[in-house]
Each structure stands twice: as structure tokens, then as C-alpha cells.
């Protein structure tokens, strides 16, 4: 056995293909701890950062240098007079009657805009109406709060704690001064551009929350420290897809998921190709003819249309229900795909039965199956070996087919249904996404290619022939 | 104690029927190296491999001890198996190239459920190796079989066939593949085996020569027919048959020029097809008569161990 060990192991081929395989089989097993999204075609899992996102190591790259990435930032006031700290995330402010209290939040900005902008901050009014309260962001007002809310300005509570959520993506006319302020054919478009406005470049930037007293004897108001969050255009380790779900965690579990299917459908493919092709080829005779002639029929069988039409009919008509689709696909490709193991292990049964040694321990008083299982089926190791690595990437290559075509499986990340949902949205200006597309097709090919060197080099290894020295 | 009785084997190939035993009577009795002698084609190997019930008759019986062994069932087929080896020709074909030598000799053992512990059976297999001249046996038994020669991989060969301690064995060509200088090595391990166990043998070959040194008596076949049978002394110091004598003749001997004088045999070249019915040997006997082409002539006694098929005696 060592022997074989050193053979297989002098093969730069066996080494690539052994190398590839472990990587990829380690990302499948570690899924749950390389990623925390487990499905991003989920809209809970979505947005993680923004649609289109590249990946964050490719901001070494000029043209990516200053995208930004996720910030979460709690922002905390500069010092002035009348504004006096409560506690760490509470300030007290007293606005003199009539007067008026700027509390101003630095935002060091060093990247070009974010997707999104979205503060937050808790916020706790005089008991009194007399009182505005307008928040500006790079000297742009943004939002205005009233107790007596005349649009665009928003309503608060007197007396009362008041969350307070400012969110670029939901702006409209009647909640911001500033899409007011735009023309008005600007105002639809007004969630993309303000991040533009407020955050154009890298820089300095102030959150300005000015706070002004209309009444006759001074007032106190709570403000606790913004939050200031966005979304960025670096994400992760593979960047984002059109959703802003992240790429990485589809690659995982698009790899877990392919890998499964194709060892359990390679198996299958093996476990009726080896039956079928043993019992033709070391029974013979009538059997032979039949199973045979069974053989032939599914091995004329148009694989792929059959495929898609089997999926089709069983998943549209709902004929049967409540089984899974990935089970569904995976006994379908199975039962379309053992012909032609069955053939190769029909024909070299055929062989061995009529080899010297078989009919020598016949001679030896030897039973019909303790030569098939002592002699026959451990001489069609390299055969059975090569088979289930050459059937790996056919069943992948074929389930990716069907989800790139989007008749798969299209709730859950696949390499298929990744490649499928990148050429819909593959255009010049998010660089063709190529973060996207790369990974599964460089995937898929390494895999196909590692797993047939493997069967390639178990062939050749493990083949009574190699022992011999022929 | 085993005689196939009226062997008929035939081969279809499309339209083709290869007859390769038509109606063969062989016996071979207790202790006794029985040779079957005859060119490639002649049935030799069909006719050792059916006396083995490895290939079924078109008609005919063999029997073992009285038995027909064809008709044999369970413990008793058993029994027949364990008693009755083959070895091949080709020992590199004839043995399973993934097992050690140790799990290939002591296969039968485990088939017939022989030893009654591990340490029996590597005792046994140990011995076995040991009798057949594969020593040091420990290391024999550890090595694969592309790690030996032509001649040691025969020995395991011969191994597995002695480890069931049989009374019959078909030896199929067993020295055609090996070096001259170590057939004798072989041949005299059959002869022992005849002398101090008392294991019959049936020795097929194509080489008469072979024949002489080692057999008791001797078959000669040709075409699927024995054409002349009897003791090796009275088949080979007198030959009757003309195909016998052509044979004979052809062995190579060091002094080439004695030899006319021994025979004056000249195979004819073959100048007309078989019609079917005659002396099969005909289109190329030299001596072949008028009857020759019209009756095929039956095996017929020249004396009390010397039997030939020929119209000339």
C-alpha cells in the first residue's frame, strides 16, 4: 500500500488535484464559521453592504481606492456653552429664551460617498411646543423636527424620549428640507444624491443639531450621541451581488452545497452503474441482454433536455409534492447519468471473469460470489475510483447548468444559480461584476479539473495492470 | 480413479463449429503421470479444464471415483474441488495480482475452512512454500507476485494447488513458460509428488520430450481426437502413428545427424482442405491411402498398452 501512496504522491497531478479538492472540501466544512450569512438570497441576509460592492482588498487598486467602506461611527459633540455631558452617550442642552444651541458632531470622512446615510439619536424635548430643532449635514439641512409639524418637518413628542431615525433611503418631500429644496424632478432620485451632497469626498464634515428656543424662559433638552451608519462599496472577502448580499458567503455555501450533491449523486451513479454492470457482465447471458439493452435506452436518453423537462414538469405541476428540489435534481441526475458506469463495469467484468485467475479459484472450489467480491469487484478499484472522480464534475457541471439556466435551484446560493444571477446584471459600469462571476467559474473549473487528475491518477495506480509492471 | 468417458466439446464462432474434443476416452489411474501430448489447437487444455468441470461437455461424462462430476452437488462438488487441482500455464494470468503470495496459496484453505486457526494455516502455507523450493518462505510469502520470476511465480502456483493436498492434478503446460535450466527444478517437484504422496497427474504439453522424462503413459491428440495412446516406453521407443512419429522427430536433439536414421518423416505440406469425414490427419500424412479419406479409423490395440488410430496397423 505504500507503494501506491508513493506513486500517487510523485504525480504533480495528484498533488494539484489533492491540494484543490482539500481546499475546497475545508471551505465547505468550515461554512458555518467562515461566514455569518448562511443564505443571502434571504432579504434578511441582503445589504450587507452595497449592491455591487467590490471586494475590500480590492481597494489597493486605483480605480477602488477611495470607496468606502461599512461605518458605524458614534458620533460625540464638540464643546460649547450650554451644552453639558450627562453621562457618556447623554448631553443636556439649556437654550437661552429666544436664543438658539448648535451642537456640532466631526465626521472625519475618509473615502468618496457611501451608499446610504443613516443617524440615529435619541432626543428629549422641552415640555413646551415653543421650540424647532433642524439637523445639517455639511451645512445642508436635512431634517427638521416641530412639535408642530408643517411638512417638511417631522413631529415630536413633547416632554418624551423621541427615537429619532434619519435614513437617506426613505427621504421624501414631506420629511426633508433638503429634497424640498431640490427641483422637482431631482426629488425621486433624491436617496441617491444625498449621499453625494452631504459626503462628496474625503474631508471634515460636521453633524450640526441646532436647537431652537421660540419661547419666552429658557429650555433644556436631551440629546444622546448619534449613530452614524452606512453602507460602503468595499465589503468582505468577494465584495457584493446586485442585492448587496455578500458573494463570499454564497461561494461558501454554493461550494458545500455542490460538493454534496456531487459526492452523494457520484455515489448513487456508482452504487446502480456498479450493479447493473456487474450483474450484466459476470451473470451474463439473458441477464446480460436485458440489462443491457436498459442500459442502451438511458444512455440514448438527451440528458440535459430530459433533465429539463423532468424538473419542470415535477416542480411547475407540483406532481410531487413536498420533496425537496435538491433532492429532486439530484435523483433525477443520478438515475439519467449511471449508463455509462454500468457500461465501463459491465466491460470490465466481462474481462476478468474470463481471466486465468477467476477460473483458477473456481478450480480451488470457490463460490460465485466469493469470487465476485474477492477477486472481481477489488480489481475494479481503480476503475470504480476514476469513475467517481470523473462523474464529480458531471454532476456538477450538470446541476449548474440547470440553476444557471434558473430552472434549479434558485432559493439558495449555488455556483450555479450565482453565475446565472451575474449575467443578468453583468454591465460596464459595475465592472462586470467580475467579484461575482470569477469566483463560482473558477470554482467549478478547478473542481472538475482536480477531480478528474484524481480519477485520472487513481486509474493509473490502482489498476491490477500499473501492479504488474506492464 | 478419473476417466472422462466420450468427451465431446465444441466451440461455435458465428457459422464456424471447432470441435475441439470429439469423443476423447482418457483414464488416469492411482499414482500415475498421465501425459497429453499434441500441437496448439489439438484440445489439450479443453480437455483438462473439462475433466475439472470447468467447462461443460456437449456429451460425455467424467467420472471420479465412480461419480459423474458433473452431476456433483454441495459437500460433495466440494470435496471434488479440493481433491482435483489445476495449474496454469501462465502463472503471471493464473493468480490474483493483488494478493501476497501468503493469501494466494492459502486461499483454498479458507475456502475448504481447512485450518482451524491463523496459526494452522500460516503452518500449513509455510510447509507448502517450503515443498515446492520457495525458501526462504517467510519472505516468499510476504512478496507480490510482480516481485517474482516466471519460475518462482509457477512454484506459488504449484503451491496453491498442493496446499489443498490433492489426489489429482491437471498440470497445464506447467513448464512451457520457464528457462530450460529450471524445468527440471519443476518437473521433479510432479515426480516427487507422484513418488511420496501419490498424486496422479495429468501433464499436458506440447513437448514430447517433456513427457519422457516425467510420464507414466501418453495421449496423443490431434484435432479434438486421441490418435495413440500407451506407455511412455512403448510410445516413444516405437511410435505409430505418423503424426507420433512427426512429432517425435521434431524435438530437438544435440546431434542432429543420427536422425534419419531414428524416423524418415516428412510432413506433407497440407494440399487439400479436411472433407469431413476421413482420417483427420490425411491431407498431411505421408502414407495416406484411399480409405484414409473415406473412414476416420478408431483406436485399436497393437498390443496390450499401446493403442493407435491408423489404418496403417
Request: charged share 15%; aromatic share 10%; glycine share 8%.
Amino acid at each position: 500500500m505504500n507503494k501506491v501512496i508513493r506513486d500517487l504522491l510523485s504525480r504533480k497531478t495528484f498533488i494539484f488535484s489533492i491540494v484543490v479538492i482539500l481546499f475546497f472540501a475545508a471551505i465547505a466544512l468550515l461554512a458555518p464559521v467562515l461566514t455569518s450569512y448562511n443564505n443571502p438570497y434571504q432579504v434578511s441576509q441582503q445589504f450587507v453592504a452595497a449592491p455591487y460592492a467590490v471586494p475590500a482588498w480590492a481597494t489597493i487598486f486605483p480605480q477602488y481606492h477611495d470607496l468606502p467602506p461599512d461605518v458605524r461611527l458614534t458620533l460625540t459633540p464638540v464643546s460649547a456653552s450650554g451644552v453639558t455631558p450627562v453621562n457618556s452617550s447623554f448631553v443636556k442642552i439649556t437654550v437661552p429664551a429666544g436664543g438658539e444651541v448648535n451642537v456640532s458632531y466631526p465626521i472625519r470622512w475618509n473615502w468618496s460617498s457611501p451608499y446610504n446615510v443613516i443617524l440615529s439619536f435619541i432626543l428629549v424635548p422641552p415640555a413646551t411646543s415653543d421650540f424647532n430643532v433642524n439637523l445639517y449635514m455639511n451645512n445642508i439641512n436635512i431634517m427638521e423636527l416641530s412639535p408642530v409639524p408643517i411638512p417638511p418637518a417631522v413631529s415630536v413628542t413633547l416632554g418624551k424620549p423621541n427615537s429619532i431615525t434619519f435614513s437617506s433611503q426613505t427621504i421624501n418631500p414631506s420629511n426633508s428640507p433638503y429634497v424640498n429644496s431640490l427641483p422637482f424632478q431631482d426629488q425621486p432620485l433624491a436617496s441617491l444624491e444625498f449621499p453625494k451632497a452631504v459626503l462628496p469626498r474625503p474631508g471634515m464634515y460636521y453633524l450640526v443639531i441646532s436647537l431652537q428656543n421660540t419661547g419666552n424662559s429658557p429650555e433644556t433638552f436631551l440629546l444622546s450621541n448619534p449613530h452614524y451608519t452606512s453602507l460602503g462599496y468595499a465589503y468582505g472577502r468577494l465584495g457584493t451581488d446586485d442585492n448587496g448580499g455578500s458573494v463570499f458567503s454564497e461561494f461558501v455555501y454554493g461550494a458545500r452545497f455542490d460538493l454534496y450533491l456531487a459526492l452523494v449523486a457520484s455515489v448513487l451513479i456508482i452504487g446502480i452503474g456498479l450493479i447493473i454492470g456487474l450483474l450484466a457482465g459476470y451473470v451474463g447471458g439473458f441477464t446480460d441482454l436485458t440489462l443491457n439493452a436498459l442500459t442502451d435506452f438511458f444512455l440514448l436518453i438527451p440528458g440535459l433536455p430530459l433533465l429539463i423537462v423532468l424538473i419542470s414538469i415535477f416542480d411547475l405541476t407540483g406532481v410531487i409534492v413536498n420533496v425537496n428540489k435538491a433532492v429532486l435534481i439530484l435523483l433525477i441526475i443520478s438515475f439519467l447519468s449511471w449508463p455509462g458506469t454500468a457500461k465501463i463495469i459491465r466491460g470490465q467484468t466481462l474481462s476478468l471473469r474470463s481471466r486465468t485467475f477467476v477460473e483458477a479459484s473456481r478450480a480451488l472450489g470457490e463460490g460465485k460470489l466469493r469470487i465476485l467480491f474477492r477477486h472481481i469487484v477489488p480489481n475494479l478499484m481503480g476503475i470504480l475510483f476514476a469513475q467517481l472522480a470523473y462523474d464529480v464534475p458531471g454532476v456538477i457541471l450538470a446541476e449548474s447548468g440547470l440553476d444557471f439556466l434558473g430552472l434549479g435551484i434558485i432559493g439558495f446560493p449555488t455556483w450555479g444559480n450565482m453565475l446565472g444571477f451575474a449575467t443578468n446584471d453583468l454591465s460596464f459600469a459595475n465592472g462586470f461584476a467580475w467579484w461575482w462571476v470569477l469566483p463560482p467559474g473558477i470554482g467549478i473549473i478547478l473542481l472538475s479539473t482536480a477531480f478528474y487528475y484524481f480519477g485520472t491518477a487513481m486509474l493509473d495506480v490502482l489498476s491490477p495492470y500499473k501492479l504488474r509492471g506492464e | 480413479m478419473i476417466e472422462g468417458k466420450d468427451l465431446r466439446v465444441y466451440f461455435k464462432s458465428r457459422d464456424i463449429v471447432v470441435k475441439a474434443l470429439d469423443g476423447v476416452n482418457v483414464s488416469v489411474k492411482d499414482r500415475e503421470i498421465v501425459g497429453i501430448v499434441g500441437e496448439s489447437g489439438s484440445g489439450k487444455t479443453t480437455l483438462g479444464r473439462t475433466i475439472l468441470n470447468l467447462q461443460k461437455p456437449l456429451s460425455g461424462e467424467v467420472l471420479w471415483n465412480g461419480k459423474n462430476v458433473f452431476k456433483l452437488k454441495g459437500k460433495e462438488e466440494k470435496e471434488f474441488r479440493r481433491q482435483n487441482q489445476i495449474i496454469y500455464q501462465n502463472p503471471y494470468e493464473a493468480v490474483d495480482i493483488r494478493l501476497k503470495v501468503y493469501d494466494i496459496v492459502a486461499e483454498g484453505l479458507r475456502v475448504h475452512n481447512i485450518p482451524k486457526d491463523k496459526e494452522e494455516e500460516s503452518k500449513i502455507v509455510m510447509e507448502t512454500l517450503r515443498d515446492v523450493g520457495l525458501t526462504p518462505e517467510d519472505e516468499y510469502a510476504k512478496s507480490l507476485p510482480n516481485q517474482l520470476s516466471g519460475g518462482q511465480l509457477q512454484r506459488v502456483a504449484i503451491a496453491r494447488a498442493l496446499v489443498l493436498n490433492p489426489s489429482f492434478i491437471v498440470a497445464d503446460e506447467p513448464v512451457s513458460m520457464l528457462d530450460m535450466s529450471i524445468r527440471a527444478g519443476v518437473l521433479d517437484i510432479f515426480k516427487r509428488l507422484r513418488d511420496e504422496r501419490g498424486i496422479s497427474i495429468m501433464m499436458i504439453t506440447h513437448d514430447i520430450s517433456t513427457l519422457g522424462y516425467v510420464a507414466d503413459r501418453i495421449y496423443v491428440m490431434y484435432q479434438g481426437k486421441v490418435i495413440e495412446h500407451g506407455s511412455t516406453d512403448a510410445v516413444l521407443d516405437k511410435p505409430l502413428h505418423p503424426y507420433t512419429q512427426a512429432l517425435i522427430s521434431a524435438v530437438p536433439i544435440p546431434d542432429p545427424s543420427g536422425r534419419t536414421s531414428l524416423f524418415s518423416i516428412k510432413v506433407k505440406e497440407e494440399m487439400e482442405p479436411y472433407n469431413g469425414k476421413g482420417c483427420r490427419y490425411y491431407p498431411r500424412c505421408p502414407f495416406a491411402m484411399a480409405s484414409c479419406r473415406e473412414k476416420e479409423p478408431n483406436l485399436s490395440g497393437v498390443s496390450s498398452d499401446h493403442y493407435v488410430a491408423c489404418f496403417l496397423y
